[in-house]
């Protein structure tokens, strides 16, 4: 289920929003058990806003083009074609599109993240 914002200005608190997790298939894991949950909000202006969860352990990724910033939790994400950043509260991460990354994640992580809508990306 999507939250809902409405009116012209609004908010929404991500830490206290109820994220539903599911197992990551076989082809994601590298520890058995890592699961993730999100909720997208209604895009806004040309971006898409939504949270997401991962649960402790690790998977990997093939990443879409966005920023994010923790909110909660603690880990490492590494990028198969160079980079690391060290995952905590405040930190703010920048992912390009293709980027082939390792979540390494030691505390329950939960990030907003934001990213150009798809009808909008050139």
């Known amino acids: ?25 076989a082809e994601l894991t590298v520890t058995d058990g890592a699961s993730t949950g999100g909720a997208r909000l209604p895009p806004f202006d040309g971006i898409e806003v939504g949270v997401w969860e991962h649960s402790t352990g690790i998977s990997i990724d093939t990443e879409a083009s966005e920023v994010f ?15 690391v950043i060290e995952l ?8 390009q599109e293709g980027a082939r990354t390792r979540w390494d994640i030691s505390e329950t992580l939960r990030k907003v993240w934001i990213t150009r809508s798809q009808d909008t990306a050139q």
């Open 88 to 95: 905590a509260p405040g930190v703010i991460g920048f992912l």
């Open 1 to 25: 289920m999507s939250p809902t914002v409405s009116s012209v200005i609004s908010s929404l608190d991500a830490g206290a929003l109820a994220l539903e997790h599911f197992l990551l298939p």
């Open 69 to 83: 910033v923790v909110i909660s939790g603690r880990g490492r994400v590494t990028c198969d074609q160079g980079g």
